[in-house]
């Protein structure tokens, strides 16, 4: 079993920054892949990054690259998501995910493929 647990959330401005993070634990075999996901109100649920915490390969949603950075710090089990120049359309309430497989970000990106364990959310909100 894995829990996670997300902070970081908040309303900001645009063109500002946060950062979320994610504490996790269990059986770090269970959470190879970690990542993040976000719902805005009346849309679908979308893969925003993904990391292979086995190692350091990072993947990102194409509206969020060179904006957005997912890492890791393995002592901490924590992943974190920096957000810098936050868009209107960032606002979401963001979820943190894990998943024991390895294709982390086709599986993030699969429809038909659901992460094993999930968060909560944290609610980001940026407004102009």
């Known amino acids: 079993q894995v829990q996670l647990v997300e902070s970081g959330g908040g309303s900001v401005q645009v063109g500002g920054s946060l950062r979320l993070s994610c504490v996790a634990s269990g059986y770090s075999y269970n959470r190879r892949c970690m990542g993040w996901f976000r719902q805005a109100p009346g849309k679908g649920r979308e893969a925003v990054a993904t990391?292979?915490?086995?190692?350091?390969?990072?993947d990102y949603n194409d509206a969020v690259k060179g904006r957005f950075t997912i890492s890791q710090d393995n002592a901490k089990n924590t992943v974190y998501l920096q957000m810098n120049s936050l868009k209107p359309e960032d606002t979401a309430m963001y979820y943190c995910?894990?998943?024991?497989?390895?294709?982390?970000?086709?599986?993030?990106?699969?429809?038909?493929?659901?992460?094993?364990?999930w968060g909560q959310g944290t609610q980001v909100t940026v407004s102009s």
């Open positions: 990391t292979y915490t086995a190692g350091s390969h990072t």
């Open positions: 995910a894990a998943d024991p497989g390895a294709y982390c970000w086709a599986q993030a990106r699969d429809p038909g493929y659901e992460y094993k364990y």
